[in-house]
């Protein structure tokens, strides 16, 4: 059980990489990956709503969906219930929280069209997960997602200054660096065999 | 005359001035993903605009009467709902497409580009000028998808829409680098780079 | 006011057409879906095993037995098994018929559409008809890579995931090969009406009970005596032995007591070891469980009064265990006087 954890952990966290191995959640990886302090605010609040969310339509989907035979209505449901978490917590924040909002605030609204929460949702009930190894898949994929946009934007930060042609400046660097950063990735594909 | 020409211009900005993928910069995630083979790519570009399209319209259509404070709330109702039937259409009619494109097609559902159309322009414009709009937007997401899906294709199997062509060392010896994530981000990198040399000749690009 | 109502009463109406909508999509496509699946299953069991007319699940998603009539009633010709061993980036679906005969017909492996995460042109190449044609007709022996002394030449560069297809396979051969042997057990009554030799055993089995009534098809009967009194119930449970499944029907009483237990005969499909398994079914063996309780259900080398038929140990642990899980299974039908809805 621990090793089965454990393996959901990895895989979520490295092997599986939400960025650079399912290219899921791209698009705040470009938007806000130009500085280091912004992708550690993003990736707080990904964290923070991935797992509310994770646990939420989990349970949603267990004890409502299914019993009532509305599996059919699981995208609409889902994605209203990111919509108004996100809402709920925004307003949570402002009101007792001042702090951590200042700090979290504006990448919330963000957050709504990010798809790897959404995606995050759907794969744990694909995998026919418990609610414990959802909270796990949930975790590791948060931090995946962290580790690889905070490394990003050190490079990003870098890149600003280095002498590039003007038709590769900005985005397309960007891709290229993703490439090299994911080509690293690519190497943790064989780490299955050594869990089991 | 002067409207007819600003109708057209609908259309073709979609496609090219302002795809929606290589100058906007959204709806990544599938492009790179689904872009392995020509037909996975080629089917996700028709779902997604599928969606696209329909949403459009509908929106365009109940714009009046639609209050403005809960919009988006109705907006992501009418986008999910397309999305859902996409979902269970492809399930029983195109099986093997749908096991590839996993967890994708409902995804389609915070494709930035369906949102962004809808707020932006359908909901502000008749429902002949949605219906443009989201088929030039369409046009310019298959446009780009599809070209990633052929070369991603030929590069890494010597083939285009799993015919094979080309000289024998692609299939003997294929670029296998293009099937994985970095392939697909470098080739999106060079896509860009070359837009922005050729296409888009004024400084705003960053 | 007025707006804050228009805004409800839009999103309910919203909210309902979407809904309806997508419950017509749902109902309209489910039943495509469903037979998109079941025939594709059946695509696949009748690639690996062409001379199969019809199949039987036996175990789910793991394990059908193939018959060459289309009732699945008729000549046994072999069983398919699907493994998963770890290949190099994930599992590897193998589905594998392996005839009467002891050999592997045809193998069929899932392609990456189908959940297949080996490299491409690397691993991903066990699905090429070159790799998965060795395994055509070739026995458990034969099954071994080249270098070990086997018939199937492994994928340049791609051992790990060569190995894994062969080894998965020959684990599926030694887990799955004694259902080659066993017959299932032929149904003996149907819904309403049992027959006069069923009734006749039904009543050794449950002393006092008169009627008896069909709860779960084939498996658990209700007993009434002459006031129409529920008394306990009959259930039939097939443990595995040491040749094959055992056919066993127990009486169970409503005192939570074995009343009487009835062992299948050679004749009716007992697979066991002549003289040695068959045993089981003396009458002193059987004796032993009558009035015993769940908790009784031991070996006397585990503590319990039962004694084992000595020299066919497995045989009367398989007895034990299969009453014992019959009980924990059906006790529950003996509270339930309503039938349960089917």
């Not at chain 1, 621990?2 to 791209?26: C, D, E, P, Q, S």
């Not at chain 2, 900005?13 to 037909?39: F, Q, W, Y």
């Not at chain 3, 098994?81 to 994930?90: E, I, R, S």
């Not at chain 3, 084939?218 to 097939?238: E, H, L, P, Q």
Request: aromatic share 12%.
């Amino acid at each position: 059980m621990g090793n089965n954890l454990l393996l959901i952990f990895l895989a979520a966290f490295i092997v599986n990489n939400i960025l650079l191995m399912r290219y899921i959640g791209l698009c705040p990886f470009f938007g806000v990956s130009t500085s280091l302090t912004t992708a550690f605010g993003m990736s707080a609040a990904v964290l923070f709503v991935m797992l509310l969310a994770t646990w939420v339509t989990w349970i949603v989907y267990h004890y409502l969906l299914l019993p009532l035979g509305l599996v059919f209505l699981r995208t609409a449901t889902f994605i209203l219930v990111i919509a108004s978490l996100v809402q709920f917590v925004e307003m949570f924040l402002k009101k007792n929280f001042k702090t951590l909002y200042s700090a979290l605030g504006i990448y919330l609204p963000l957050i709504t069209t990010n798809c790897a929460i959404l995606a995050v949702t759907f794969l744990v009930i694909n995998y026919r997960y418990s609610l414990l190894q959802s909270t796990i898949f949930a975790i590791g994929t948060a931090l995946g997602f962290a580790l690889v946009i905070i490394l990003f934007s050190a490079i990003r930060e870098r890149l600003e200054f280095a002498p590039i042609s003007r038709a590769f400046k900005g985005y397309p660097i960007a891709f290229i660096s993703a490439s090299l950063v994911a080509l690293a990735f690519l190497g943790f594909v064989g780490l299955f065999k050594l869990t089991l | 005359m002067n409207q007819k020409v600003n109708r057209l211009k609908y259309l073709t900005d979609g496609i090219i001035i302002e795809n929606p993928i290589l100058v906007i910069m959204i709806g990544l995630c599938p492009t790179l993903a689904t872009s392995i083979t020509a037909k996975d790519a080629l089917g996700m570009g028709i779902a997604t605009s599928f969606v696209l399209i329909c949403s459009n319209i509908v929106i365009s259509a109940i714009r009046k009467f639609v209050p403005d404070s809960i919009r988006i709330p109705i907006f992501i109702i009418i986008i999910s709902t397309f999305v859902t039937i996409v979902d269970y259409v492809m399930q029983a009619y195109a099986p093997t497409l749908y096991r590839v494109l996993g967890v994708f097609v409902p995804l389609i559902v915070v494709n930035c580009i369906i949102l962004g159309r809808a707020e932006a322009f359908a909901y502000h414009h008749n429902i002949f000028d949605s219906f443009l709009d989201g088929l030039g937007k369409s046009l310019g997401f298959i446009l780009v998808i599809g070209l990633m899906g052929i070369i991603r294709e030929y590069l890494s199997q010597g083939s285009v829409f799993g015919i094979a062509i080309g000289p024998k060392f692609l299939i003997s010896q294929p670029i296998l680098f293009m099937i994985f994530p970095p392939g697909g981000f470098l080739l999106i990198g060079l896509l860009k780079a070359f837009i922005n040399k050729f296409i888009i000749k004024s400084e705003t690009f960053e | 006011m007025k707006s804050l109502t228009w805004m409800i009463i839009s999103l309910c109406i919203i909210c309902i057409i979407a809904a309806g909508l997508l419950a017509r999509v749902y109902t309209i496509t489910k039943e495509k879906i469903d037979k998109q699946i079941t025939e594709n299953l059946l695509k696949q069991l009748s690639y690996v095993l062409p001379a199969a007319k019809s199949f039987k699940e036996v175990i789910p998603d793991s394990l059908w037995i193939g018959y060459e009539d289309s009732l699945a009633t008729g000549q046994k010709v072999g069983i398919v098994f699907k493994v998963g061993p770890y290949g190099y980036a994930g599992p590897i679906p193998i589905l594998v018929g392996y005839g009467t005969d002891s050999l592997v017909k045809k193998i069929y492996i899932a392609s990456a559409a189908e959940g297949l995460k080996e490299t491409p042109g690397l691993g991903l190449k066990i699905t090429e008809k070159k790799f998965k044609d060795q395994f055509n007709n070739k026995s458990y022996n034969e099954i071994k890579l080249t270098k070990d002394g086997g018939k199937i030449s492994a994928i340049t560069a791609a051992t790990i995931s060569s190995n894994a297809v062969v080894n998965g396979i020959r684990s599926g051969i030694e887990r799955y090969k004694k259902y080659l042997l066993t017959d299932t057990i032929q149904s003996v009554a149907t819904d309403s009406t049992i027959d006069t030799i069923l009734i006749k055993r039904f009543k050794s089995l449950l002393p006092n009970a008169v009627k008896f009534q069909n709860v779960i098809k084939d498996s658990v009967w209700r007993g009434y005596d002459d006031k129409s009194n529920s008394i306990g119930i009959i259930f039939k449970t097939a443990p595995l032995g040491y040749g094959g499944l055992i056919p066993i029907y127990v009486g169970y009483g409503n005192d939570e007591m074995i009343k009487n237990i009835y062992i299948s005969s050679p004749e009716e499909g007992l697979k066991e070891t002549a003289n040695i398994g068959t045993k089981i079914l003396d009458e002193r063996f059987i004796k032993q469980f009558e009035s015993k309780k769940l908790t009784d259900l031991k070996l006397t080398v585990n503590g319990g009064p039962i004694q084992a038929i000595s020299g066919a140990t497995i045989s009367s642990e398989a007895v034990l265990n299969g009453i014992r899980e019959g009980i924990l299974r059906y006790a529950k039908y003996l509270k339930t006087d309503s039938l349960p809805t089917r």
